[in-house]
């Protein structure tokens, strides 16, 4: 899914966000402001603080660095690794790739939509879940794959993907209780 690179609002415009503490990028900025090819980095730190790159870290990197904000949107969008929106604490990667393809992976994307409610690139109501259907997870081996965080499972089926997911909401409320 391509992201319209186009700023909707200018400058003066933008609505900032409450939530979003800027000040967590300022040691980052520190680092990075003065190094050539620091853009790249930049936006790697700023989503990892925030899990995505938020519209305002932007405009505050084009005002304390001095990076134009075409440059940033245009990397930021032609990489896959960038995201411009929150995401779920899970995030489901099935592998399209050609072995899974054939093992018919899209079986394990619809199971998954239909369990979670949300179709692919999606977040869950909750933000536990996002899901992405990805090119190559590398598994081949394991075929139909999916990735959750760092764990990989393999050999799946609709119904088994699912009940990995149900696992983990299992998990995840044993925890908070």
Same mark, same amino acid.
């Given at each position: 899914?391509?992201?319209n690179?186009?700023?909707?609002?200018?400058?003066? *415009?933008?609505?900032? =966000?409450? +939530?979003?503490?800027? $000040?967590?990028? =300022?040691?980052?900025?520190?680092?990075?402001?003065?190094k050539?090819?620091?853009?790249?980095?930049?936006?790697?730190? *700023?989503? $990892?603080?925030?899990?995505y790159?938020?519209?305002?870290?932007?405009?505050?990197?084009? #005002? &304390?660095?001095g990076?134009?904000?075409?440059a940033?949107?245009?990397?930021?969008?032609?990489?896959?690794q960038?995201?411009?929106?929150?995401v779920g604490?899970?995030?489901?990667k099935?592998?399209?790739?050609?072995?899974?393809? *054939?093992?018919?992976? $899209?079986?394990?994307?619809?199971?998954?939509?239909?369990?979670?409610?949300?179709? &692919?690139? +999606?977040?869950?109501? &909750?933000?536990?879940f996002?899901?992405? $259907?990805?090119?190559?997870?590398?598994?081949?081996?394991?075929?139909?794959?999916?990735?959750? !965080? &760092?764990?990989?499972? !393999?050999?799946?089926? !609709?119904?088994?993907?699912?009940? *990995?997911?149900? =696992?983990?909401?299992?998990? +995840?409320s #044993?925890? =908070?209780?």
């Open positions: 899914m391509r992201i690179r186009k700023l909707n609002k200018p400058k003066e *415009v933008i609505e900032i =966000n409450d +939530e979003i503490d800027l $000040s967590l990028i =300022n040691p980052l900025i520190n680092i990075y402001k003065t050539k090819g620091n853009l790249i980095p930049l936006l790697q730190g *700023v989503q $990892s603080i925030y899990g790159i938020p519209e305002e870290a932007f405009y505050k990197l084009n #005002k &304390d660095v990076l134009e904000l075409a940033m949107y245009g990397v930021a969008t032609f990489y896959s960038f995201r411009l929106n929150p604490k899970h995030i489901i099935v592998c399209h790739g050609t072995a899974c393809h *054939v093992q018919n992976a $899209s079986k394990i994307t619809d199971a998954i939509m239909d369990s979670l409610k949300i179709n &692919d690139g +999606e977040t869950t109501e &909750d933000n536990m996002t899901l992405e $259907s990805v090119a190559c997870l590398g598994c081949c081996s394991l075929a139909p794959v999916m990735m959750i !965080g &760092d764990e990989t499972y !393999g050999k799946l089926t !609709g119904k088994s993907s699912v009940k *990995v997911i149900k =696992n983990i909401k299992i998990q +995840e #044993k925890a =908070n209780n």
